[in-house]
Structure formats: structure tokens, C-alpha cells
């Protein structure tokens, strides 16, 4: 059985991601799910488990305060799937953002997927009014850049491969497997989609030139620092 998530669940990666890019963040300020401050900017997330018309009207009424607002919902399962991409469609249609988080997965990471169009908001009085707030807090709530690559659950997995294969050297599915990857591990191997796997011997596969690059250009990202943890 999947574990069922709260809503609450996605303010520590959003929080923990936001706070990497130098931002101070609070939740549940002056109604806003979370709100962030760097320097003159204000960010504020409104996040729901599922994306409907209510957290749409939310993240309108927040762009009085600043343009830049942005709506995090649970990374889908399907990046391709024609729901998601009509919420995609209609979000930068709306000049909002949109922030996934990776419930699904063990590291709970989140992604900036759209940025909004954004705006100074230096003389806005609800910016400053959110501001003052979060000037004046010192103890934190749980609140309810450019585009990026979307870590979908497929390159995910392979993250968790390619780890493994840099930590250890050559492996075959089979004892990949057994060190905890999923059961269609021989077939991310043979498909090679993301092209960092290559075949040195019967049936056992090392870093491809690709894939050493990849973790190389990813160290510092929450997905590959994860996954290279594990690997110890």
C-alpha cells in the first residue's frame, strides 16, 4: 500500500531548496503557504496534493502582493501525461510558476519547473506587509532561477544506478538488485535511454563517458548527493 501523503509533507524539500538559493523561508505567513525573502524579492508557494481550480484562484490572489507566485503540487508519474501538460500550458499562461516535489521518492527533493514572469514589488504594500512578517519571526511554521531538467521517476532510478556502478565499478542487474534497486534494473541497463550505461561484459554494465559526466555536472544536486550517500 502507498504511503498517503499530506499536504505538509512538501514544505520541508521546498523550504530545504529554496533556502540553498540563499532565500529566507517561513510557512504559513499572513495566509500564504510559505513565502520567501532574498534581498528585495518575495516568493510565495501555494501548494496542494492535487492541482484544481482552488489552488489556481489562491495563487492569483497572491500575485497582488508579488509576481512571483508559484504552485507545487506532487512530482507526477508521467511528465508526458496530457493533464500535467495542460497545467503547464496554463500556468505560464497566468504568469505563475510551478515547483513539483518528489513525494514518491526517498530523497523528497523539489524542482522549479516554470519560473513566473515576476515583477518589482519594491512599493507594493502587501509585499511589505509579507516581509515585515517574516522579519519578525525567528522560530519557523510548517506551511500546508531557470527551468530545469525534471527528475522524473525513470531518471531517478538510473540516478540510483549510475551511483551504485560509480561507488562500486561493474555490476551486473542481478546484484544490483540485490543492493536495493528495483526489479527492472536489467532493463534500465539494456535501454539505456539517458545513454550512461555500457555493457564490459555478460550481462554486467559500467559508467558510460555520459554518465560519468552527468554525476560529475550533478554533484552538488539533492538527487546524486542522495543516492551517492547510499552508495557508500
Known amino acids: 500500500m502507498k504511503p498517503k501523503h499530506k499536504e505538509s509533507d512538501m514544505y520541508a524539500p521546498i523550504r530545504d531548496?529554496?533556502?540553498a538559493q540563499g532565500f529566507t523561508v517561513r510557512g504559513e505567513v499572513k495566509g500564504c503557504d510559505i513565502s520567501a525573502v532574498r534581498g528585495d524579492a518575495l516568493w510565495i508557494v501555494e501548494m496542494k496534493l492535487h492541482a484544481n481550480i482552488t489552488l489556481i484562484y489562491q495563487a492569483m490572489a497572491r500575485q497582488d502582493a508579488t509576481g512571483w507566485v508559484f504552485i507545487a503540487i506532487p512530482r507526477p508519474r508521467n511528465t508526458r501525461d496530457g493533464n500535467f501538460l495542460k497545467l503547464k500550458k496554463l500556468v505560464k499562461k497566468l504568469q505563475l510558476g510551478l515547483i513539483t516535489v518528489a513525494l514518491d521518492s526517498p530523497a523528497k527533493f523539489a524542482e522549479i519547473i516554470i519560473e513566473p514572469v515576476g515583477r518589482d514589488d519594491k512599493k507594493n504594500?502587501?509585499?511589505?506587509?509579507?516581509?515585515r512578517e517574516i522579519a519578525g519571526?525567528?522560530?519557523?511554521s510548517t506551511g500546508g532561477t531557470t527551468k530545469t531538467q525534471i527528475n522524473t521517476a525513470y531518471r531517478e532510478r538510473c540516478v540510483r544506478i549510475a551511483c551504485l556502478l560509480e561507488a562500486r565499478g561493474a555490476l551486473s542487474a542481478k546484484e544490483l538488485v540485490k543492493l536495493g534497486c528495483e526489479k527492472d534494473a536489467g532493463r534500465?541497463?539494456?535501454s539505456n535511454m539517458l545513454g550512461w550505461f555500457e555493457?564490459?561484459?555478460?550481462?554486467?554494465?559500467?559508467l558510460s563517458g555520459e554518465g560519468i559526466g552527468y554525476l560529475e555536472d550533478n554533484a552538488d544536486g539533492s538527487l546524486v548527493g542522495y543516492y551517492r550517500m547510499k552508495s557508500e
Not at 125 to 131: I, Q, S
Not at 137 to 140: A, I
Not at 199 to 206: A, F, P, S, T
Open 125 to 131: 504594500k502587501k509585499t511589505a506587509a509579507v516581509k
Open 188 to 190: 534500465l541497463l539494456r
Open 17 to 19: 531548496m529554496l533556502t
Open 137 to 140: 519571526r525567528t522560530v519557523d
Open 199 to 206: 555493457k564490459v561484459g555478460n550481462g554486467v554494465y559500467g
